[in-house]
Protein backbone atom coordinates (compact mmCIF):
# COMPACT_ATOMS: atom_id res chain seq x y z
CA UNK A 1 0.00 0.00 0.00
CA UNK A 2 0.55 3.66 -0.67
CA UNK A 3 2.74 5.76 2.68
CA UNK A 4 2.71 9.28 2.85
CA UNK A 5 5.16 9.10 5.99
CA UNK A 6 8.07 6.66 7.01
CA UNK A 7 10.47 6.08 10.44
CA UNK A 8 13.21 8.16 9.44
CA UNK A 9 15.50 7.12 11.93
CA UNK A 10 14.67 3.40 11.03
CA UNK A 11 15.30 3.95 7.17
CA UNK A 12 18.75 5.63 7.89
CA UNK A 13 19.56 3.07 10.61
CA UNK A 14 19.80 5.28 13.40
CA UNK A 15 17.71 2.73 15.44
CA UNK A 16 19.08 -0.43 14.70
CA UNK A 17 16.89 -2.39 16.79
CA UNK A 18 13.95 -4.57 14.93
CA UNK A 19 14.80 -6.74 12.70
CA UNK A 20 18.98 -6.43 13.32
CA UNK A 21 19.09 -7.24 17.26
CA UNK A 22 22.44 -6.67 18.35
CA UNK A 23 25.48 -5.25 16.02
CA UNK A 24 26.57 -8.81 15.70
CA UNK A 25 23.79 -10.22 14.77
CA UNK A 26 23.07 -8.44 11.32
CA UNK A 27 24.38 -10.31 9.20
CA UNK A 28 21.39 -12.88 10.02
CA UNK A 29 19.11 -9.78 9.35
CA UNK A 30 15.77 -10.67 7.34
CA UNK A 31 16.82 -8.10 4.89
CA UNK A 32 20.45 -10.30 4.42
CA UNK A 33 18.48 -12.86 3.38
CA UNK A 34 15.89 -11.22 0.84
CA UNK A 35 18.20 -8.94 -0.93
CA UNK A 36 22.15 -10.07 -0.46
CA UNK A 37 22.32 -13.31 0.15
CA UNK A 38 25.98 -12.90 -1.94
CA UNK A 39 26.83 -10.32 -0.74
CA UNK A 40 28.26 -9.90 2.59
CA UNK A 41 28.69 -5.88 2.55
CA UNK A 42 25.50 -5.31 1.53
CA UNK A 43 24.61 -3.08 4.78
CA UNK A 44 28.03 -1.28 4.73
CA UNK A 45 27.63 -0.23 0.87
CA UNK A 46 24.14 1.14 2.06
CA UNK A 47 25.87 2.72 5.51
CA UNK A 48 28.46 4.19 2.83
CA UNK A 49 25.71 5.76 0.86
CA UNK A 50 24.03 7.57 3.59
CA UNK A 51 27.66 8.60 4.63
CA UNK A 52 28.37 10.12 0.98
CA UNK A 53 24.91 11.82 0.39
CA UNK A 54 24.48 13.30 3.57
CA UNK A 55 22.46 12.21 6.73
CA UNK A 56 21.06 15.61 6.51
CA UNK A 57 20.36 15.72 3.56
CA UNK A 58 18.26 12.72 3.71
CA UNK A 59 16.71 13.75 6.28
CA UNK A 60 15.24 16.35 4.74
CA UNK A 61 14.45 14.42 1.73
CA UNK A 62 12.54 12.11 3.50
CA UNK A 63 10.94 15.03 5.75
CA UNK A 64 9.43 16.23 1.99
CA UNK A 65 7.11 14.86 0.01
CA UNK A 66 7.29 11.44 -0.92
CA UNK A 67 5.99 8.29 -2.36
CA UNK A 68 6.67 5.32 -0.69
CA UNK A 69 5.18 1.88 -0.95
CA UNK A 70 5.01 -0.89 2.12
CA UNK A 71 3.27 -4.00 2.33
CA UNK A 72 0.92 -3.59 5.86
CA UNK A 73 2.46 -5.94 8.28
CA UNK A 74 5.92 -6.64 6.54
CA UNK A 75 8.88 -5.15 8.26
CA UNK A 76 8.78 -1.24 7.73
CA UNK A 77 12.58 -1.80 6.41
CA UNK A 78 10.90 -3.12 3.26
CA UNK A 79 9.64 0.47 2.15
CA UNK A 80 10.58 1.26 -1.41
CA UNK A 81 10.71 5.43 -1.21
CA UNK A 82 10.84 8.28 -3.76
CA UNK A 83 11.52 11.64 -2.73
CA UNK A 84 11.85 14.83 -4.36
CA UNK A 85 15.61 13.36 -6.18
CA UNK A 86 16.18 9.72 -4.04
CA UNK A 87 15.10 6.23 -4.99
CA UNK A 88 15.87 4.72 -1.47
CA UNK A 89 16.05 1.21 -1.21
CA UNK A 90 16.28 0.36 2.17
CA UNK A 91 19.87 -1.37 2.94
CA UNK A 92 19.89 -1.74 -1.04
CA UNK A 93 20.91 1.63 -2.26
CA UNK A 94 19.79 5.39 -2.40
CA UNK A 95 20.26 6.39 -6.14
CA UNK A 96 19.84 9.99 -7.59
CA UNK A 97 16.91 10.53 -9.73
CA UNK A 98 19.21 12.97 -11.42
CA UNK A 99 21.51 9.86 -13.05
CA UNK A 100 18.08 7.84 -14.13
CA UNK A 101 18.23 7.79 -18.15
CA UNK A 102 16.12 4.27 -18.29
CA UNK A 103 14.70 2.14 -16.09
CA UNK A 104 12.30 -0.97 -16.49
CA UNK A 105 10.10 -2.86 -14.13
CA UNK A 106 10.34 -6.60 -14.69
CA UNK A 107 8.60 -9.88 -12.98
CA UNK A 108 11.04 -12.11 -11.50
CA UNK A 109 11.94 -15.11 -13.60
CA UNK A 110 11.11 -18.28 -12.78
CA UNK A 111 11.22 -17.95 -8.82
CA UNK A 112 11.32 -20.93 -7.16
CA UNK A 113 7.98 -19.51 -5.19
CA UNK A 114 6.36 -19.09 -8.75
CA UNK A 115 3.52 -21.52 -7.89
CA UNK A 116 3.08 -20.62 -4.13
CA UNK A 117 2.58 -16.84 -5.48
CA UNK A 118 0.05 -17.95 -8.01
CA UNK A 119 -1.85 -20.04 -5.69
CA UNK A 120 -2.45 -16.69 -3.15
CA UNK A 121 -2.39 -14.21 -5.59
CA UNK A 122 -5.11 -11.73 -4.40
CA UNK A 123 -4.51 -12.78 -0.51
CA UNK A 124 -3.30 -9.51 1.66
CA UNK A 125 0.66 -10.74 2.95
CA UNK A 126 0.23 -12.44 6.20
CA UNK A 127 3.39 -12.94 7.92
CA UNK A 128 1.70 -16.02 10.49
CA UNK A 129 0.33 -18.01 7.68
CA UNK A 130 2.05 -21.14 7.57
CA UNK A 131 2.11 -23.44 4.51
CA UNK A 132 1.47 -26.99 4.22
CA UNK A 133 4.89 -27.54 2.19
CA UNK A 134 7.99 -27.49 4.11
CA UNK A 135 10.47 -24.89 3.39
CA UNK A 136 8.32 -22.20 2.25
CA UNK A 137 8.25 -19.71 5.20
CA UNK A 138 10.46 -17.40 3.54
CA UNK A 139 7.63 -17.34 0.42
CA UNK A 140 4.94 -15.33 2.26
CA UNK A 141 6.60 -11.93 1.42
CA UNK A 142 8.96 -13.52 -1.68
CA UNK A 143 5.88 -13.73 -3.85
CA UNK A 144 5.47 -10.13 -4.13
CA UNK A 145 9.14 -9.14 -5.47
CA UNK A 146 9.66 -7.53 -8.90
CA UNK A 147 12.97 -6.09 -10.13
CA UNK A 148 13.80 -2.57 -11.13
CA UNK A 149 17.06 -2.53 -13.30
CA UNK A 150 18.21 1.04 -14.06
CA UNK A 151 20.62 2.61 -16.40
CA UNK A 152 22.30 5.74 -15.82
CA UNK A 153 24.14 8.00 -18.92
CA UNK A 154 27.10 6.13 -18.98
CA UNK A 155 24.69 3.06 -19.62
CA UNK A 156 26.18 1.54 -16.23
CA UNK A 157 22.93 -1.26 -15.49
CA UNK A 158 21.98 -1.15 -11.93
CA UNK A 159 19.03 -3.92 -10.55
CA UNK A 160 17.15 -4.84 -7.10
CA UNK A 161 14.55 -7.11 -6.11
CA UNK A 162 12.46 -5.59 -3.60
CA UNK A 163 8.55 -6.77 -2.35
CA UNK A 164 5.82 -4.48 -4.12
CA UNK A 165 2.27 -5.33 -4.05
CA UNK A 166 0.59 -5.80 -7.37
CA UNK A 167 -1.54 -2.63 -6.95
CA UNK A 168 1.25 0.15 -6.28
CA UNK A 169 3.60 -0.83 -9.38
CA UNK A 170 1.72 1.21 -11.96
CA UNK A 171 1.82 4.15 -9.18
CA UNK A 172 5.53 3.69 -8.74
CA UNK A 173 6.80 3.62 -12.45
CA UNK A 174 4.69 6.63 -12.46
CA UNK A 175 5.71 8.51 -9.97
CA UNK A 176 9.60 7.35 -11.00
CA UNK A 177 8.73 9.02 -14.60
CA UNK A 178 7.49 11.95 -13.23
CA UNK A 179 10.83 12.67 -11.16
CA UNK A 180 13.44 12.05 -13.84
CA UNK A 181 13.81 12.22 -17.07
CA UNK A 182 14.15 8.53 -18.06
CA UNK A 183 13.17 5.99 -20.98
CA UNK A 184 10.55 3.38 -19.37
CA UNK A 185 11.23 0.13 -20.40
CA UNK A 186 8.49 -1.96 -18.64
CA UNK A 187 6.91 -5.31 -19.07
CA UNK A 188 3.28 -5.67 -18.56
CA UNK A 189 3.86 -9.13 -16.96
CA UNK A 190 4.61 -7.05 -13.54
CA UNK A 191 1.56 -5.01 -13.46
CA UNK A 192 0.02 -8.01 -13.79
CA UNK A 193 1.09 -9.89 -10.87
CA UNK A 194 3.00 -12.66 -13.35
CA UNK A 195 6.26 -13.89 -12.96
CA UNK A 196 8.37 -14.58 -16.06
CA UNK A 197 8.82 -17.60 -17.90
CA UNK A 198 10.98 -16.96 -20.73
CA UNK A 199 13.57 -14.50 -19.61
CA UNK A 200 14.79 -11.94 -17.08
CA UNK A 201 14.24 -8.11 -17.29
CA UNK A 202 17.66 -7.95 -16.97
CA UNK A 203 18.53 -9.72 -20.21
CA UNK A 204 15.74 -8.04 -22.04
CA UNK A 205 16.82 -4.44 -20.52
CA UNK A 206 20.73 -5.21 -21.72
CA UNK A 207 19.24 -6.40 -25.24
CA UNK A 208 17.61 -2.92 -25.28
CA UNK A 209 19.51 -0.34 -23.61
CA UNK A 210 21.33 0.76 -26.69
CA UNK A 211 18.02 1.41 -29.07
CA UNK A 212 16.21 3.75 -27.46
Known amino acids: MKIDKVDIEKILLTDKRGIYGQEKD ?23 RISEI ?12 IDAYWIAKSDPMTTIILTENY ?18 LGAVYLPDYMQYAY ?10 YKSEYEGEESYELDRFNIDLVLADEENAIYTYTFPMEIPDRKDFRDRLSDRCIANDLSEDLVFEGKFNEDHSISQDFLSNIFKT
Open 26 to 48: EGKGFFKKLFHGKNKDAGTYYEE
Open 54 to 65: GRDELEQELSGE
Open 87 to 104: LILPNQDIFPLENVKKFA
Open 119 to 128: DREGVPYDPE
